[in-house]
Protein backbone atom coordinates (compact mmCIF):
# COMPACT_ATOMS: atom_id res chain seq x y z
CA UNK A 1 0.00 0.00 0.00
CA UNK A 2 1.26 3.54 -1.16
CA UNK A 3 1.64 5.66 1.90
CA UNK A 4 -0.69 8.73 1.73
CA UNK A 5 0.45 12.38 1.41
CA UNK A 6 0.17 15.11 3.85
CA UNK A 7 -3.82 17.01 3.22
CA UNK A 8 -2.99 20.17 2.07
CA UNK A 9 -5.71 23.05 2.45
CA UNK A 10 -8.31 23.99 -0.15
CA UNK A 11 -7.84 27.34 0.61
CA UNK A 12 -4.00 26.76 0.30
CA UNK A 13 -4.52 25.74 -3.53
CA UNK A 14 -7.00 28.61 -4.55
CA UNK A 15 -5.34 31.38 -3.25
CA UNK A 16 -1.03 30.38 -3.33
CA UNK A 17 -0.43 27.41 -4.78
CA UNK A 18 -2.78 28.30 -8.18
CA UNK A 19 -1.45 31.87 -8.10
CA UNK A 20 2.31 31.04 -7.97
CA UNK A 21 2.23 29.11 -10.31
CA UNK A 22 0.91 30.87 -12.84
CA UNK A 23 3.61 33.95 -11.65
CA UNK A 24 6.65 31.51 -12.14
CA UNK A 25 5.23 30.61 -16.00
CA UNK A 26 4.55 33.99 -16.69
CA UNK A 27 8.05 35.16 -15.20
CA UNK A 28 10.03 32.14 -16.36
CA UNK A 29 8.25 32.70 -20.10
CA UNK A 30 9.12 36.31 -19.89
CA UNK A 31 12.76 36.32 -18.55
CA UNK A 32 13.46 33.36 -20.91
CA UNK A 33 12.18 35.35 -23.90
CA UNK A 34 14.06 38.10 -23.05
CA UNK A 35 17.22 36.32 -23.05
CA UNK A 36 16.68 34.69 -26.34
CA UNK A 37 15.39 38.10 -27.79
CA UNK A 38 18.60 39.50 -26.62
CA UNK A 39 20.85 36.62 -27.24
CA UNK A 40 23.53 36.60 -30.19
CA UNK A 41 25.92 33.86 -29.21
CA UNK A 42 24.45 30.44 -31.03
CA UNK A 43 25.65 28.49 -27.34
CA UNK A 44 23.89 30.73 -25.08
CA UNK A 45 20.56 30.53 -27.58
CA UNK A 46 21.04 27.00 -27.41
CA UNK A 47 20.90 26.26 -23.46
CA UNK A 48 18.31 28.68 -22.87
CA UNK A 49 16.28 27.18 -25.83
CA UNK A 50 16.86 24.18 -24.10
CA UNK A 51 16.08 25.40 -21.02
CA UNK A 52 13.08 26.76 -21.49
CA UNK A 53 11.77 23.28 -22.97
CA UNK A 54 12.65 21.86 -19.61
CA UNK A 55 10.77 23.97 -17.63
CA UNK A 56 7.70 23.63 -19.88
CA UNK A 57 8.10 19.98 -19.56
CA UNK A 58 7.99 21.00 -15.60
CA UNK A 59 4.93 22.88 -15.90
CA UNK A 60 3.17 20.50 -18.26
CA UNK A 61 3.43 17.82 -15.67
CA UNK A 62 2.76 19.97 -12.63
CA UNK A 63 -0.21 21.28 -14.84
CA UNK A 64 -1.68 18.00 -15.56
CA UNK A 65 -1.57 16.46 -11.86
CA UNK A 66 -2.96 19.89 -10.76
CA UNK A 67 -5.58 19.61 -12.98
CA UNK A 68 -6.26 15.86 -11.60
CA UNK A 69 -6.64 17.71 -7.83
CA UNK A 70 -8.78 20.59 -9.28
CA UNK A 71 -11.43 17.84 -10.96
CA UNK A 72 -11.50 15.87 -8.18
CA UNK A 73 -11.57 17.92 -5.49
CA UNK A 74 -13.67 20.81 -7.76
CA UNK A 75 -16.97 21.28 -5.30
CA UNK A 76 -15.07 21.95 -2.31
CA UNK A 77 -12.68 24.09 -4.45
CA UNK A 78 -15.43 26.22 -5.54
CA UNK A 79 -17.03 26.51 -1.89
CA UNK A 80 -13.77 27.87 -0.56
CA UNK A 81 -13.85 30.28 -3.51
CA UNK A 82 -16.65 31.63 -2.49
CA UNK A 83 -16.27 31.39 1.57
CA UNK A 84 -12.59 31.17 2.45
CA UNK A 85 -13.80 30.35 5.76
CA UNK A 86 -15.47 27.10 4.45
CA UNK A 87 -11.62 25.39 4.55
CA UNK A 88 -11.06 21.90 4.13
CA UNK A 89 -8.21 19.57 4.01
CA UNK A 90 -7.89 17.91 0.31
CA UNK A 91 -6.27 14.52 0.57
CA UNK A 92 -3.89 14.22 -2.69
CA UNK A 93 -2.46 11.32 -4.37
CA UNK A 94 0.79 10.37 -5.36
CA UNK A 95 1.23 12.39 -8.18
CA UNK A 96 -0.76 15.49 -7.16
CA UNK A 97 1.30 15.54 -4.31
CA UNK A 98 4.50 15.27 -6.37
CA UNK A 99 3.17 18.45 -8.65
CA UNK A 100 2.07 20.17 -5.51
CA UNK A 101 5.92 19.48 -4.10
CA UNK A 102 7.07 20.40 -7.59
CA UNK A 103 5.61 23.51 -8.27
CA UNK A 104 6.89 24.85 -4.55
CA UNK A 105 10.28 23.81 -5.24
CA UNK A 106 9.65 25.77 -8.78
CA UNK A 107 8.48 28.73 -7.29
CA UNK A 108 11.49 29.15 -5.05
CA UNK A 109 14.10 28.17 -7.44
CA UNK A 110 12.64 31.34 -9.29
CA UNK A 111 12.56 33.34 -6.28
CA UNK A 112 16.18 32.67 -5.68
CA UNK A 113 17.09 33.62 -9.25
CA UNK A 114 14.85 37.01 -9.17
CA UNK A 115 16.82 37.65 -5.53
CA UNK A 116 20.12 36.55 -7.35
CA UNK A 117 19.68 39.65 -10.25
Same mark, same amino acid.
Given at each position: ???????????????? $?????????????????????????????????????????? $??????????? $????????????????????????????????????????????????
Amino acid at each position: MKPQAAPISAVYVVTE $LIPKLNTVEKHIEQTISAVLDASQLPTQIERYTKLQIEFQLE $LTMIRMNLEHL $LKRYHRELEVVMNDPRKDVLLTLDQHESVAVESAKALYERVQRLQQAR
